[in-house]
């Protein structure tokens, strides 16, 4: 299940998604996430549907890849579905005890389900359409005005992208240790929740010491490689808007406007 998440993973293809400039799918992402909250109307989720598809199919990722991603989280989903279900108040539906279905409870509860798939498929699109080199770029060219500030906006943008990056190995780590602790007599599948809870707990320690393991073997492989930071660095490969870079601008505009749009029809 663990190897299913695909936030941090990278999909190599020659798509005109993965040839666009990252800062431009930073900030689409950035839209993108926003406008699922936004919405407020069941039919405007069509277009949010329709345009993830498109982005989809233009990034020639395929889409049992972005399903895969979210069945790991099914579990969260199903509790905020829930939890808004039954707390949130207003005209009742349907009561048992103390238990209780309102029609705003209903409606808040498909809303959020909703919201937390799209968000799940959006941002691994852009992990999935991104380098990790093109990401820290993107990142460090978004925050160049900070520099003014005093803000090391390179290493910030490096963080990020290497925690992002991160996530996957941490997975595979913990997929790892999992299954030599299950050969050893540990039960991770049994059905009492709390059984499985005191059972992740020896996972910890060992996932810690592996974590910062790879951190200090990171650190001295950027250090055997001179690697000092922003300053006074050069790129192998320079960020240069294209022709279609201006096009994906033109049509993130007219998807922000629609969204917008759809609060007032």
Request: glycine content about 4%; charged content about 20%; aromatic content about 10%.
């Amino acid at each position: 299940m663990l190897k299913d998440i695909t936030i941090g993973q990278y999909y190599p293809s020659d798509s005109t998604i993965h040839r666009l400039d990252p800062r431009i799918k930073l900030i689409a992402t950035l839209i993108f996430m926003v406008s699922i909250f936004v919405i407020n109307k069941y039919w405007a989720y069509s277009v949010v549907l329709i345009s993830m598809l498109a982005m989809i199919k233009l990034s020639n990722i395929p889409v049992k890849l972005i399903v895969k991603g979210i069945k790991p989280l099914k579990w969260i989903i199903l509790f905020t579905f829930i939890i808004n279900l039954f707390f949130i108040p207003g005209d009742t539906l349907w009561s048992f005890g103390i238990l209780k279905i309102t029609t705003q409870g209903l409606n808040q509860a498909i809303f959020m389900a909703t919201r937390l798939v799209f968000l799940v498929a959006g941002t691994s699109i852009l992990t999935l359409t991104t380098s990790p080199i093109e990401l820290t770029d993107g990142i460090e060219r978004l925050l160049k005005p900070f520099n003014k500030l005093g803000l090391p906006v390179h290493e910030l943008a490096m963080m990020m992208t290497i925690a992002l990056r991160f996530i996957p190995t941490l997975l595979d780590e913990t997929d790892k240790i999992m299954k030599a602790q299950m050969s050893r007599g540990a039960d991770f599948e049994s059905k009492n929740i709390i059984n499985r809870a005191k059972n992740l707990v020896p996972l910890l320690v060992p996932l810690f010491v592996s974590a910062f393991r790879r951190a200090d073997e990171l650190a001295m492989a950027m250090e055997a490689r001179c690697y000092r930071g922003g300053e006074n660095r050069t790129k192998m490969r320079e960020i240069v808007m294209t022709k279609a870079d201006y096009i994906a601008w033109v049509i993130q505009f007219i998807y922000l406007i629609a969204i917008i749009a759809t609060r007032f029809i």
